[in-house]
């Protein structure tokens, strides 16, 4: 179904929001009708699309629920304005950053724009932006309207990447590469929470630096896996057979439609099987939800056990990690659960699963640093290194949606070629 399709579908407010035709701006209703997609966004960041209602977001702005509908008829309607707010305002850096004159200074360009937006948002001196993770929970017709809009946005990074002199890369090739660098911009937002705002232009710099050189240190190159990928694949422990059937089921639902939108109706339905065989294998949603989160966790380190064990070489190190777990989020197990579920579930588990989640991110941060020290790699930030090496390995899952025409054989060369030599190397 396309936009347009779906407009008749969807309540007034939320075709003003899209097409930008709300009341004039600087006008009362626009001030409060901005207040409260600001107030919904915050709410949608902590609970996701599913948590928020119109009640909890009307009294963020002082109004009751029914002075809400006003402006929104439905919290679907809300929240389909929050992501078109979100989504236009990353787009119109992209579109800033596209008047530069050659690909990477417009790389530059659009992080120092990001992350200038990110610290006025953390000052609280311009309002939230939505999370674009969870627009995967929305159903149609707004996740129509949403996906659309999305599209152009991509569409118009992928422009980013082209010029005469980088007339070499295919469309393939610089739809990988957007897709690298959108990863890299949104998964910013959760690790930056560890900088304090003074440090933004540091770590733009640092990420700039990475985008632009990669990790290769002086006489090293990128080659295609080498080495006994198979082999660690093949040793990756397993659960049972239906309880694994059931891990691989929800992972790659959840990663389709967000924490909240993979509901036990949904998993069960994807596995053929009956609710009451669900609740044989799980008590509740988040213990399966935590299940996939430990597979995903305990196949990273087995990865990385297998790896460390296998080379001494820091370079071929990384090199192999990269290859690894590309090569898993191919295969027939995979993929590994997206870092942006941990977004939207619920606390303390969140915590939990964001602190293991980083244990494992700083054993790629200690590969890095080895590397620094021996040489064979360059004297990058190890810790945005490994935030960025994680961001590129979760892209690399949803090569299908955003690279049309390529196949798992192309994934590793995609993305971790751009990831090791930098998004620029030929």
């Known amino acids: 179904m396309s936009a347009s399709d779906s407009d008749k579908d969807v309540a007034p407010s939320a075709q003003r929001a899209r097409s930008g035709k709300s009341a004039k701006v600087g006008s009362k209703y626009a001030r409060k009708q901005q207040a409260i997609v600001a107030a919904a966004s915050e709410?949608?960041?902590?609970d996701g699309v599913k948590g928020m209602t119109l009640a909890n977001v009307a009294n963020r702005v002082g109004l009751i629920t029914t002075s809400v509908t006003y402006y929104f008829r439905k919290k679907e309607d809300l929240a389909v304005a929050c992501f078109l707010d979100a989504i236009g305002r990353v787009e119109a850096l992209v579109d800033t950053a596209a008047a530069e004159t050659d690909p990477p200074t417009r790389v530059r360009r659009l992080l120092k724009l990001w992350l200038e937006l990110r610290q006025r948002i953390v000052a609280r001196e311009e309002p939230a932006i939505a999370l674009f993770g969870d627009m995967r929970t929305l159903q149609k017709p707004q996740r129509t309207i949403v996906g659309d809009a999305y599209r152009q946005f991509f569409t118009k990074l992928c422009a980013l990447f082209e010029s005469p002199?980088?007339?070499?890369?295919?469309p393939t090739q610089r739809a990988a590469r957007a897709h690298i660098l959108s990863e890299q911009v949104l998964w910013a937002v959760i690790w930056l929470r560890r900088y304090d705002t003074d440090d933004f232009e540091r770590v733009r710099k640092r990420m700039y630096d990475i985008l632009l050189h990669g990790f290769a240190g002086a006489g090293r190159a990128w080659q295609p896996a080498s080495g006994p990928i198979e082999e660690i694949l093949r040793t990756i422990p397993q659960?049972?057979?239906?309880?694994?059937?059931?891990?691989?089921a929800a992972t790659r639902l959840i990663n389709e439609r967000g924490y909240r939108g993979a509901s036990v109706e949904k998993i069960s339905e994807r596995l053929n099987v009956t609710k009451g065989s669900f609740y044989y294998h799980h008590e509740a949603k988040d213990d399966l939800v935590v299940a996939c989160f430990n597979r995903t966790f305990e196949t990273m380190r087995h990865i990385q056990r297998a790896v460390l064990k296998h080379t001494e070489d820091d370079w071929e190190r990384l090199s192999m990690l990269a290859a690894a777990l590309i090569a898993f989020q191919m295969s027939e197990r995979g993929p590994l659960l997206r870092t942006s579920a941990l977004v939207a579930l619920p606390q303390p588990m969140r915590q939990e699963m964001i602190e293991t989640y980083s244990q494992i991110s700083n054993r790629f941060a200690g590969v890095i640093a080895d590397g620094i020290t021996s040489g064979s790699m360059r004297a990058v930030d190890p810790m945005v290194g490994a935030q960025m090496f994680s961001a590129t390995l979760n892209a690399s899952a949803e090569y299908r949606w955003w690279v049309p025409g390529a196949t798992g054989d192309q994934a590793e060369e995609l993305y971790s070629k751009p990831l090791l030599m930098g998004l620029f190397a030929q």
């Open 239 to 248: 659960e049972s057979a239906s309880q694994e059937t059931f891990l691989v």
């Open 165 to 170: 002199e980088y007339s070499w890369m295919t």
């Open 43 to 46: 709410v949608i960041n902590r």
